[in-house]
């Protein structure tokens, strides 16, 4: 049976509950919420003077009501070490959002950790420390003293190389500007770490090189524009599962104005189905290209409009690069930039051959051309432009964005109503920290470095390679290895003095060892092979800003205690720094000590002041709390009448400015197709038979690593699933729910058969991420020019290895597409 | 009353292109309840056992409109033709659902083709046959079931459901 709750009644929020600001922390879009807590023995009644609506709960509630709440939005948790009931409900007045929750974030509430309700009990809520051959709860003292000490055998004032870090560069989750703050810091102004990578990729370094060397910041627009434009364009993005409410509360509106939506992506998603449903087929048009053909497809588009004169000559004369080459080619840039001119020579790519590379007809090439750029009743047409892990992931990842943002440039589409060329996004962002510089360009490819014995020390902060980074077969087995060749030297000093015990640490480290320190919210499964492990929080547990894919700022309140002596991040780091200032003291290394000084933040809002408020002078904890839900939009010009003054889409004087450039010009980016670029890509194609294409899904994002531990999410899909053709599984002897060896020259996973009609013939879709079936496992180690990896373009064999289990076996396998009945 | 037709019928229209604009449509076979009333001070809700339909009011894959736990909470009993879990009746292929979507109270249309229930608010797809498991959609819980019971006459009764039903913080007003 499907999992049900059995819940008859819940809790009623009454009139005095306290009531908090909460932004959705579980995706880009940011939905606003709010988190209504109450004392434990008390609730408030039915009649409409007794709750916090004011609503008469006897009777039943219509639709989209405000008075209702699932058994999913609600949980007991400790408020000031005091349990509260604590509901967590959509918010009708945010803009973002409009009332709508969706499956992961109206689920923030159960899935908080609760001693009383029993969710979330794989939350840490103490410092691990390995000893006696498992991890030993602890102080903070002890735990930081430990890596302190370790660290500071391996790191010197001028040279930190051999400290590796993982660290999420993101907002929402436990990211946000407080903790981006604070690790950035310790890493970047304490220390000038230069091997480093991101939580979600191998190196330190931006996923939109080229559109920022077009001077093109990749969130420009508002989420308005889809509701004011003629045309939306998604490329390699599926919104409706992964940046839902802005998919339902911003495109859909604009589809039923009458907007036409090209989608280009290889595979058939539901957000297609639904734009289908909104738009009339007759205004979809469905772009299913070759995967990894992104670019030739783009630069047909580019070509034929510029020849065609559909672009805004006023624009390129006033805010593009006039003349030829800006920035030549070379290691740091993967393509040319400058003028119209030079791009349209570089990327010529006649429709008819683009039509062979990309495997779609010539007439769809033109119809996408002429519903993005074709002037409409003698007027300029509007376009909104979106892209996510798709391309950024894909083929190419330089010259592909470039030549998307080309097309927004050519016809006058960034920084106007309706318009706008940008990424969807995955986390929010909440991004500030001192200068990265120093890091290179291309920045050191991490994974592979630590594959290849290097690093002694390494601190991750909330990345799990082990689940989400590619050539993860050959990574886990030599971190297995490294290791557990420290957690040996530690297992053989037990009983050892600190001294004793670091020098045994080191040793194994010399040896080729490394020593693993993991902050996180839960153990992971890096987090296997930590040596020290420390609790961190999240949104909610703290106080926490972040901005959304609009660029929308707000401050989530506290609502709750964090488990146990768990911190925020920004004071995890902040310990880090004050005990490595002691240790070194300690060692009389006291210039190198005096680095580690100003780190005396008593709270995550000290660290916020420390960090942004030093730059955005306007932008304060109260005045943001006062903004609510809807916040400003970054970035804050000013502050007047009692309010933040924010800017709701970029460049509108078409000055741009994001590369840095003193004339404020855009580039073009003059980027021709090259094939297949990544290396070992080709030859994989030719070798196997299944694309193995990979990405998300409505269920399982990005808070995925709760939701590991969540019983609603878990009972859909135990395993990752892979949606296949139907003939395709004939062929394998596969049915329904049936595990599956994927494998190819680089490793092997597994996943759960899916059947899909819509999947064209060998070419496959895995669900990445999972926990029960890495999907990175067989993603070949290729990068581009600047190390961004190339997870799209995969391919490998299939082969059974199991009927379907019995976990399986109460599941629908029934098609995601919503009809019309 | 009012609101429980409108919403049934709502439920079983064809969905325009573009959102939720209601129809008329023929009186739903909403049956009255006998008992709705809680009784305090006990563990467990106290459900009304309400009789829905005999089994002979049921052709397969033909959905039959229903109120349960009282005629506000709009509901069906479906024949799926085929033994599912929770089924009832003689074939073990009788289940019964609630009809207003979990998420945010849309009116669920029944697909008979794919023997789901499906939401024209925001694209949620439920599987009647497996226990009302959302195959996708935003809803945070599979669709509220009945718990069901068919005596020595063929008479169907509901005695319970297994999740909160959307628009009320207690399934037994
Ligand atoms: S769309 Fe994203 S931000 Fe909004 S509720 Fe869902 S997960 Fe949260
Ligand atoms: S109301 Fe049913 S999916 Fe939203």
Same mark, same amino acid.
Do not use: H
């Given at each position: 049976m499907a999992y049900k709750r059995n819940v008859d009644r819940l809790p009623i929020i009454p009139k005095d509950a306290k009531k908090h600001n909460v932004t959705c922390h579980y995706c880009i879009v940011g939905c606003g919420y709010h988190a209504y807590t109450w004392p434990i023995k008390k609730e408030g009644g039915p009649a409409p003077g007794q709750n916090a609506f004011g609503a008469d709960l006897s009777k039943q509630q219509g639709p989209e009501t405000e008075a209702w709440y699932a058994p999913s939005m609600y949980n007991v948790v400790k408020q000031n070490g005091q349990d509260v009931h604590l509901v967590i409900k959509p918010d009708k007045g945010c803009a973002v959002n409009a009332g709508l929750g969706s499956v992961r974030g109206a689920r923030m509430a159960e899935n908080r950790r609760s %001693?009383?309700? $029993?969710? #979330? #009990? #794989? +939350? *840490?809520d103490q410092p691990l420390v390995w000893r006696y051959g498992t991890w030993q709860p602890t102080s903070w003292d002890d735990a930081l003293d430990l890596v302190a000490r370790v660290t500071a055998r391996v790191i010197d004032k001028d040279n930190e190389d051999d400290l590796f870090v993982s660290m999420f560069d993101h907002g929402g989750s436990a990211g946000g500007y407080e903790n981006t703050w604070g690790t950035g810091k310790l890493y970047f102004q304490s220390m000038k770490v230069k091997n480093c990578r991101i939580h979600n990729r191998p190196a330190y370094n931006s996923e939109v090189h080229s559109s920022r060397d077009m001077g093109v910041d990749e969130l420009n627009y508002a989420y308005s524009d889809y509701g004011l434009t003629d045309t939306i364009m998604i490329v390699g993005a599926n919104p409706l599962e992964t940046q839902t409410n802005l998919f339902l509360n911003h495109m859909v509106p604009g589809m039923r104005k009458g907007a036409k939506v090209i989608f280009v992506d290889p595979r058939r998603t539901v957000s297609i189905n639904a734009a289908e449903i909104e738009a009339g087929k007759e205004s979809v048009l469905h772009l299913a290209i070759n995967s990894g053909t992104d670019l030739a497809l783009f630069n047909a588009i580019f070509t034929h409009i510029v020849e065609k004169g559909w672009i805004d000559k006023d624009f390129i004369a006033k805010s593009t690069f006039q003349g030829d080459t800006a920035q030549p080619q070379n290691a740091q840039f993967p393509a040319p930039l400058g003028s119209l001119e030079m791009a349209k020579a570089e990327c010529k790519m006649s429709v008819a051959d683009a039509a062979k590379i990309c495997g779609v007809a010539e007439a769809d090439i033109l119809k996408a051309a002429s519903w993005i750029a074709e002037p409409k009743d003698g007027q300029r047409r509007k376009c909104v432009t979106a892209y996510e892990k798709g391309i950024i992931w894909g083929n190419d990842n330089y010259r592909t964005i470039g030549a998307l943002v080309n097309i927004g440039l050519a016809t006058g589409n960034i920084g106007r109503e309706g318009g706008g060329v940008c990424r969807l996004g995955g986390h929010q962002e909440g991004y500030f920290r001192p200068s990265d510089a120093h890091v290179g360009r291309p920045a050191p490819y991490l994974d592979q470095l630590i594959i290849a014995g290097q690093g002694k020390v390494h601190h991750i902060w909330a990345n799990d390679h082990y689940k989400t980074t590619l050539n993860a077969s050959e990574f886990k087995r030599v971190y297995n290895k490294r290791t557990n060749m420290v957690k040996e030297a530690m297992d053989a000093r037990a009983g050892a003095t600190r001294e004793e015990l670091v020098d045994a640490i080191v040793g194994a480290i010399e040896a080729g060892g490394i020593f693993s320190v993991n902050v996180d919210i839960i153990h992971t499964q890096i987090g296997q092979c930590a040596h020290v492990i420390l609790p961190a929080v999240e949104s909610g547990e703290m106080n926490l800003t972040s901005m959304n894919g609009e660029r929308r700022m707000r401050l989530v309140e506290k609502y709750m205690d964090g488990p146990g002596s768990s911190k925020p991040d920004c004071l995890i780091a902040a310990g880090m720094a004050q005990h490595l200032e002691r240790v070194l003291r300690e060692e009389g290394r006291n210039e190198y000590a005096d680095q580690f000084k100003g780190y005396d933040w008593k709270a995550e809002e000290d660290a916020f002041m420390d960090g942004y408020n030093t730059a955005h002078? %306007?932008?304060t904890y109260d005045r943001l709390r006062a903004m609510g839900n809807n916040g400003v939009q970054e970035p804050v010009v000013g502050f007047k009448d009692g309010k933040l003054v924010g800017t709701m889409r970029l460049y509108t004087d078409g000055n741009f400015t994001r590369h840095g450039r003193e004339d404020k010009k855009a580039l073009f980016c003059g980027g021709g197709w090259r094939g297949l670029q990544a290396p070992g890509k080709a030859t994989q194609k030719a070798n196997y038979k299944f694309l193995i294409n990979n990405g998300r899904s409505n269920i399982n994002w990005q808070n995925w690593f709760l939701d590991k531990d969540n019983d609603f999410v878990s009972d859909r899909y135990p395993y990752p699933f892979l949606e296949i053709n139907p003939e395709d599984m004939a062929e394998l002897g596969l049915k329904a729910g049936d595990l599956v060896e994927v494998y190819n020259d680089v490793g092997a996973t597994q996943a759960m058969t899916y059947p899909t !009609?819509?999947? +064209? +013939? $060998?070419e496959t879709f895995m669900l990445f991420g999972a926990p029960t079936g890495t999907q990175g496992n067989v993603i070949n180690a290729g990068v581009n020019? *600047?190390? *961004? !990896?190339?997870?799209?373009?995969t391919w490998g064999n299939i082969r059974k290895i199991s009927d379907a289990p019995s976990t399986v076996a109460h599941l629908s396998f029934k098609s995601k597409e919503y009809t019309t009945g | 009353m009012k609101r429980c037709d409108r919403l049934v019928d709502v439920g079983r229209r064809q969905f325009l292109r573009g959102g939720a604009v209601a129809t008329a449509g023929a009186a739903a076979a909403t049956v009255v309840p006998t008992d709705a009333k809680a009784k305090p001070g006990t563990a467990l809700l106290r459900y009304p056992a309400n009789k829905l339909a005999n089994v002979k009011d049921l052709k397969t894959n033909e959905p039959l409109d229903v109120g349960y736990p009282d005629a506000d909470a709009p509901g069906v009993l479906l024949k799926l033709g085929k033994k599912v879990e929770g089924g009832v009746g003689p074939d073990g292929d009788i289940v019964g659902f609630s009809t207003v979507c979990p998420h945010k109270g849309f009116p669920l249309a029944y697909d008979g083709d794919r023997r789901t229930l499906n939401c024209p608010g925001h694209y949620s797809v439920f599987d009647c046959e497996a226990g009302g498991q959302q195959v996708w959609g935003q809803a945070t819980q599979n669709l509220p079931q009945y718990i069901l019971k068919v005596d020595d006459k063929g008479d169907i009764y509901a005695e319970g459901v297994d999740e909160l039903l959307y628009g009320r913080l207690s399934n037994v007003l």
């Open positions: %001693d009383i309700t $029993g969710t #979330q #009990q #794989q +939350r *840490l002078p %306007d932008v !009609p819509t999947a +064209r +013939r $060998g020019e *600047l190390i *961004l !990896p190339n997870y799209k373009q | -």
